[in-house]
DNA sequence: CTGAAAGCGCTTACAG
DNA sequence: CTGAAAGCGCTTACAG
């Protein structure tokens, strides 16, 4: 028996207000989600009780009943680059419109948390999901797959997306800059990273440079894996290092721009003439990137975009309407600058 | 009737897996949720239905009967501002640790947004909630008073908090900037800061600031407040703008290091010597501030920390510990550098 | 250690 | 436009 406890605890429901108001319970439910299909009359004396009791609706009952809910979970690698937070912002800005909530989950690049996290994700029966990336478990891949609802894979653009996908090309991305700094000149390229096994992007983009650098028959390098959560100041240590242990090598492509922008200050404290000593190239196209000196050139991913056109998708989805598109390239600019 | 829905839309649920099992599904219900109270046998045969089946916990039906989920909802008003993604980073990594989930909101420093994003939230049943800020609308207090779980604000420390708090004072924090740069023998200090209005904590750091200068007998001039929003870009600008508006400016305590950094980078650039024209202090004390030339004077906020304790403290009392303190100054750290 | 009953607070068809 | 009944899928006491 619980009737003791709700009249202990004093939860005010959806029973309260109808009572308050005069009306049953499914009036108020429907004067509250479809105020259009109840009479003006009754919905401002409903309204009135809401204000009165201060009434607060019980998502999770209405999300139990209706076999739905209006959270939306979004599963990223790391809270801690600011990239992943960018395509958070831009799915945030949709979603809030649109009357969505985000239940936001971080894998710390582990693919086992990650699975956990989609399995706790997908009990609250939520409407749709995004997640970055489309390297998963097989396990999470099943669960996604069965689960029947919208699905947004963001960040890479990829060929067998399990729904819904957007991104861009790492591996593209790869190799126009690497194809940039050839036809600057630069034949001792080297591509400099953290945590490159977990962060299988930057992998790509090393693979995409690699492939070209084959083809123009340059050396090719070892990437340089750095074990550290890449941050702005390993940029700096990490260049010294290079210079000390490969003295031949004319041109870093480094796996982001924080690595970038922390080894362009550190050459200009140290004296280091960018590009004449090595030249220096980043990739996501940070504001930074262009007040250092010399002015790092890089490649502009769309985040925050990737993040709307990722929300926009889904929302088609859910409101009946199928997306133009099940897969979105977003692509990617290369900017030149000083510093190659 | 639903039965038939049940039967079409080949949900897996609890009496399947018991169904499989052998067993009823109070003994399912309880193998997942309290292993230990059900005999080893039990649990296996159970956890086999469960991985043959695929079944995956409906968390919403379960926060329905228990009347409680493990969602903490986290709002913050900004996403494109790092200061929170760091503290939300914190709160994660101490939630995820716990088996708890967060649910974010932005309320994009709109007070009523964030008293819809509040209203919305507890109608999840969250165990607790944890809030940028301690100025809210009237009405949100009372909702969040109402509600009687635990509540943490965090970024500021104040004197009433709603429950728990845990944050620093950006009014001792301003003087602190202003008595260094009294110190170092500025006279004509500026403060800049971009949407003063919204952002009522960089507000605090220049009314700290003017409360020294007023205290020294120094000018006291009204803070330049940009319009933009806060962003590395806007730095060189001001600065440019301020030594043009209000040439005898000696000193300028930007409201936070994006600006500071933006500023120094400018005024590299266009050979505006640092401190020597003009000295320049920041607030958050990022990574990036020690990096550029001149290194950046700055106050370090522990804002990963913030995110923490807030953490902890909720999920010291949802584990029935009261914290040690209802509120925390995490207070700060002044870092004189090169441009001051 | 295991189970039958009741209930969590809503919403969804179905009538009127 | 409004309401009575049934049910969403679990968990919480209470027995055994």
Redesign the interface.
């Known amino acids: 028996m619980r009737t003791a406890k709700l009249t202990t605890d004093g939860t005010i429901t959806l029973k309260h207000v109808a009572a308050l108001a005069g009306v049953s319970p499914i009036t108020v439910s429907r004067a509250l989600n479809k105020p259009d299909t109840v009479s003006d009359k009754l919905r401002e004396k409903i309204e009135r009780a809401v204000e009165q009791l201060?009434y607060?609706?019980?998502?999770?009952?209405?999300?139990?009943a209706s076999a739905g809910?209006n959270?939306i979970p979004v599963i990223v690698p790391s809270?801690?680059n600011?990239v992943f937070?960018?395509v958070?912002?831009g799915i945030?800005e949709i979603a809030?419109k649109t009357g969505y909530?985000?239940?936001?989950?971080?894998t710390d690049y582990d693919l086992d948390?990650e699975c956990a996290l989609v399995?706790?994700?997908?009990?609250?029966?939520p409407p749709g999901l995004i997640i970055a990336g489309m390297r998963h478990l097989e396990r999470t891949h099943?669960?996604l797959k069965?689960y029947g609802k919208p699905v947004v894979e963001v960040m890479e653009y990829g060929a067998h997306p399990i729904d819904m996908n957007v991104g861009l090309s790492h591996y593209q991305a790869g190799e126009a800059m690497a194809k940039h700094l050839i036809e600057r000149g630069y034949k001792q390229i080297v591509f400099v990273g953290c945590q490159l096994t977990a962060d299988y992007r930057a992998w790509q983009r090393y693979k995409g440079m690699d492939r070209v650098l084959a083809k123009a028959g340059l050396t090719r390098r070892p990437p340089v894996a750095l074990e550290q959560t890449s941050?702005?100041?390993v940029g700096?240590p990490a260049l010294i290092d290079v210079l000390a242990t490969q003295p031949d090598v004319d041109a870093i492509f480094f796996a982001n721009d924080d690595l970038a922008?922390?080894a362009i200050?550190?050459a200009?404290?140290d004296g280091i003439p960018i590009p004449g000593r090595v030249a220096i190239a980043g990739f996501n196209g940070l504001?930074?990137a262009e007040?250092?000196?010399p002015a790092l050139t890089t490649i502009v991913s769309p985040r925050m975009e990737i993040g709307r056109i990722a929300a926009q998708q889904l929302f088609d989805r859910l409101a009946g309407r199928s997306p133009r598109r099940r897969r979105v390239d977003v692509s990617f600019e290369l900017i030149s600058r000083q510093s190659t």
């Open positions: 201060g607060v609706q019980n998502h999770v009952a209405g999300a139990l809910s959270v809270l801690s600011t937070v960018e958070v912002a945030q809030q909530q985000l239940m936001l989950g971080n948390q399995s706790t994700f997908l009990g609250w029966s099943t669960l069965r941050h702005v100041q700096g922008v922390g200050l550190r200009q404290r504001g930074l007040l250092v000196m």
